[in-house]
């Protein structure tokens, strides 16, 4: 007889895995659903985002002094992978969350930290302005 054990990566966490549930729960909802008209239009709407934010998906790997959510790159990992099995192309998650944030954090002047980043991670629409 063959028994299977299913294997758990070193640095997966009880958090991670919630996390990745978290994740993979809200894109199955708000994202699959809507997958179709997004690329259509070309980006996501807007309340998909905000959403995104209050859930802590978005700069999840930005030092919480900054207002993101203290993770490592294996925190925003789990949402590529899962937005990649959504085959969503509309959601700028990338350039946003993985590029854009990490510039500004690694970059940036304290100043341009401390008005950004929060906003970037929160989806304040105030991100958007000067």
Not at 119 to 125: G, L, P, T
Request: hydrophobic share 35%.
């Amino acid at each position: 007889m063959i028994t299977a054990t299913l294997h758990r990566s070193p640095w997966m966490t009880d958090e991670l895995a919630l996390l990745r549930e978290t994740t993979r729960e809200f894109l199955r909802r708000e994202a699959v659903p809507n997958r179709d008209r997004w690329d259509a239009q070309h980006h996501v709407d807007r309340d998909f985002w905000n959403r995104a934010g209050e859930l802590g998906l978005l700069c999840a790997s930005v030092p919480e002094e900054y207002g993101g959510g203290g993770g490592t790159f294996a925190t925003r990992r789990w949402f590529i992978e899962e937005l990649g099995y959504t085959l969503n192309h509309a959601f700028g998650y990338g350039v946003h969350s993985t590029i854009c944030a990490h510039y500004i954090l690694n970059c940036g002047t304290e100043e341009q930290k401390r008005r950004w980043l929060p906003k970037m991670a929160s989806a304040s629409s105030s991100a958007r302005s000067r």
